[in-house]
């Protein structure tokens, strides 16, 4: 019980960094810490998708950091076309 009660809170500190700095990476305007949380956990989704598709995997928290940035800065391209 308290390992999963760890490992969700390191989640979600993993992915509201990954989803400030993929929005600063993009340029994006938004600063909500619940937005940032949910950009980088969408990321690590979408990261380890396309990666998946490409025959590449991340180990490690760096690895899973980079994955979540990379993806939540495709969530934020993909989300500025459909808004056009």
Known sequence: MLFSLFSLIFSLLVGALAGYVAGR?????????????????????????????????????????VVSVLGACVCIWIARKIAR
């Open 25 to 65: 990476l993009m340029g994006s305007d938004t600063s909500s810490a619940f937005h940032n949380i949910i950009l980088g956990m969408l990321g690590g989704i979408v990261g380890s998708f396309l990666l998946g598709l490409i025959g590449l995997r991340a180990f490690g928290f760096v690895g899973d950091f």
